[in-house]
């Protein structure tokens, strides 16, 4: 197209072809001002965004001016921002290793999460990181803590008391840290694992602690029945005590009512005999009636045969003659 403008500008058919050439100029030139205007604006265009999770580092010809928070951020284009991560960050730390206070060799896995405190965000980008990413400092620092938190803990104590070793490596793991201006979220950490030789011996302790177990619940059975047993036995001897109890107050009872019965029945019979001497006493036809009625029991008990032979003196049947 300026091809063609240039030939109509110099054909010297049209008498306002200098006219012409200064009108397509300023067209040119007008193009060329609006064109570097936008290009102006999208290269200093002044406005930043600071997204969630992450600070805005100003610097100034390389000095760090401010740091900006989430939000608009207003750049001059003599300034720069860059952009700097607070988020939660992982560090993994395979085979931290080290030596227990009884000589046994101990790895683990660990994973340790991590971020930079908003107030040390300046500290860090100049002298660490220019976007938050802490690993390599975080797994040196791991690998020292675990070694020195293992060596003030037996092997058995590792595993008995492994929340408090965790809880160790955590609270040493910060204080490293805070050099960096990190933060620990938190540490896990994974299985124990132990030379060969000493994994041997943990599984037959395990194995011999397993077998006692079983020995102590067979014990406590045992113990069971046999309490059972004894319970039973004394719970039988204590009903057989009762009931031989029971017997012998029976026993004693009746005897001592027979006891009573005869002593009363002995009683009334002195008491008759008293009261009959008192009358034989008082009387002797009482006497003389009694004598009739002993003869006539005999009398009744006869049976009428007389005796064959008969002594000088004794006494005949119904054949004694009164003396007077």
Do not use: C
């Amino acid at each position: 197209m300026s091809r063609y403008l240039k030939e109509v500008v110099s054909d010297p058919r049209y008498p306002d072809n200098r006219h012409a050439e200064l009108q397509v100029g300023r067209i040119i030139k007008d193009g060329v001002i609006v064109v570097s205007l936008i290009m102006a604006v999208l290269i200093f265009w002044p406005f930043r965004s600071v997204a969630t999770g992450k600070r805005g580092v100003l610097t100034q010809f390389g000095a760090i001016k401010q740091i900006e928070p989430e939000g608009l951020v207003i750049v001059p284009p003599w300034q720069h921002v860059q952009m700097f991560s607070i988020r939660a960050e992982v560090a993994n730390i395979d085979k931290a290793s080290g030596v227990t206070v009884d000589q046994q060799q101990v790895d683990t896995d660990l994973t340790v999460r991590y971020n930079i405190a908003p107030d040390k965000v300046a500290l860090v980008y100049e002298q660490y990181s220019h976007d938050g990413d802490l690993q390599t400092y975080v797994q040196t620092a791991t690998q020292e803590t675990f070694k020195a938190v293992t060596a003030k803990y037996s092997a058995p104590e590792l595993v008995s008391k492994r929340a408090q070793v965790s809880a160790d490596v955590r609270e040493l793991l910060q204080t490293k840290l805070d050099t960096y201006g990190a933060h620990v979220i938190n540490i896990d950490m994974r299985n124990f694992e132990w030379s060969k030789t000493y994994g041997d011996a943990i599984n037959q302790k395990v194995t011999q602690e397993q077998l006692r177990q079983v020995a102590d619940n067979q014990l406590k059975t045992v113990e069971s029945q046999q309490k059972q047993k004894v319970a039973i036995a004394e719970a039988e001897a204590n009903a057989l005590k009762a009931k031989a109890d029971g017997e012998a107050y029976a026993t004693v009872a009746a005897a001592t009512a027979q006891s009573k019965g005869y002593l009363i029945q002995a009683t009334a019979q002195a008491d008759a005999l008293k009261m009959q001497n008192a009358a034989l006493a008082q009387s002797k036809d009482v006497l003389a009636l009694r004598t009739i009625e002993v003869e006539l029991k005999k009398a009744e008990r006869w049976n009428g045969a007389l005796p064959q032979a008969v002594y000088a003196g004794a006494p005949i049947p119904f054949m004694q003659i009164p003396s007077h």
